[in-house]
């Protein structure tokens, strides 16, 4: 009969094998494409060279998340297949452990894949300038508006912006995440109001003004601090 330390092994075992499984994959994929002769790959380079950001993001999302999923139900599988060794009332108590300890893991993995595809933020000195942050007061209480840019592509479109507030001790309160189309948006710059910071989001190719209110609330400050959640 196995004990809970080998219960124990085989989860940490797993987890191992899990996460090497989601490095080793797309690293064959891509040794793969390259050892491929050239007249069956160029067409994909070009396309990999030419596509946007957005499309970017979407691809190795699309990517990495499948096969993190199949590594998962894998995963479960084998932990299924050993609890057959326990009794029905310990099979179904590591059943439920499993599971949470998978949700978890899936959790833990997909932090460094949605970060992987984020676009990267920089600039922010220019675009708060140009956006109109900066030093603002609420409520009695100095805030910092910083808005930092992926930069836009080709036709000055899909500019994603990150916009966060600071408290007087320079700690994050909340975060935002919007898009500027620099040929089509009437309105860029951020707007205030007594309690309101007012933005303009371009994502889905029409204006959308959004408001954040002000001060922070403890949820935006607790959002802020959770991967995946800001």
């Keep these: 009969m196995p004990t809970a330390r080998t219960y124990v092994t085989k989860l940490l075992l797993g987890t191992a094998l899990t996460s090497a499984f989601l490095i080793a994959t797309p690293a064959l994929m891509t040794t793969l494409a390259i050892a491929l002769p050239a007249w069956m790959t160029s067409s994909l380079g070009v396309y990999l060279w030419r596509i946007d950001p957005d499309a970017q993001t979407e691809l190795i999302r699309g990517t990495l998340l499948p096969i993190l999923m199949v590594a998962v139900i894998f995963f479960f599988w084998r932990m299924e297949k050993f609890g057959k060794e326990f009794s029905p009332s310990t099979r179904k108590r590591y059943r439920r452990i499993t599971i949470t300890f998978l949700i978890l893991l899936c959790y833990v993995l997909s932090i460094p894949i949605i970060n992987l595809s984020a676009p990267s933020y920089k600039n922010c000195a220019g675009y708060s300038e140009k956006l109109n942050g900066g030093l603002r007061r ?46 089509v948006n009437a309105e860029r710059k951020l707007e205030y109001s007594d309690q309101h910071i007012i933005y303009f989001d371009h994502a889905d190719q029409n204006d959308q003004m959004q408001t954040m209110s002000m001060p922070p609330s403890p949820l935006d400050w607790l959002r802020s601090r959770i991967p995946l959640l800001d």
């Design 138 to 183: 609420f409520d009695d209480q100095t805030y910092r508006i910083e808005l930092c840019g992926s930069g836009p592509d080709e036709t000055g479109a899909n500019d994603h912006i990150r916009l966060r507030i600071f408290d007087d001790e320079d700690a994050v309160q909340a975060t935002r995440y919007f898009r500027l189309d620099w040929d």
